[in-house]
Nanobody, 119 residues
């Protein structure tokens, strides 16, 4: 079973920065892609960024510039550095993992960490 635990959320003023961390435990599964998603109140969950075990990174166009994803494979951790935060970045941020074991692939989610940006 894959377990993900996020940390680093909190309250920050507009223009500030936060760094989110996620610790991934794969168990018998090998973790391939790690990523961050977010969900604001009343909105659908949206992709922030993903990073593969080989270091390939993907950002939607709307997330490019202020968010930086990174990964430490040795520690099974993924990070999200968020700069120049805006009130509209307020959301619950979720860590996501795609893991495999043989022909079996699973998609796992953390419980989320709240990020609140005040104006």
């Amino acid at each position: 079973q894959v377990q993900l635990v996020e940390s680093g959320g909190g309250l920050v003023q507009a223009g500030g920065s936060l760094r989110l961390s996620c610790t991934a435990s794969g168990g018998i599964f090998s973790i391939n892609t790690l990523g961050w998603y977010r969900q604001a109140p009343g909105k659908q969950r949206e992709l922030v960024a993903t990073i593969t075990s080989g270091g390939d990174i993907n950002y939607p166009d709307s997330m490019k510039g202020r968010f930086t994803i990174s990964r430490d494979n040795a520690k099974n951790m993924v990070y999200l550095q968020m700069n120049s935060l805006k009130p509209e970045d307020t959301a619950v941020y979720y860590c996501n993992a795609h893991a495999v074991r043989g022909a079996i692939g699973i998609n796992a989610w953390g419980q989320g960490t709240q990020v609140t940006v005040s104006s």
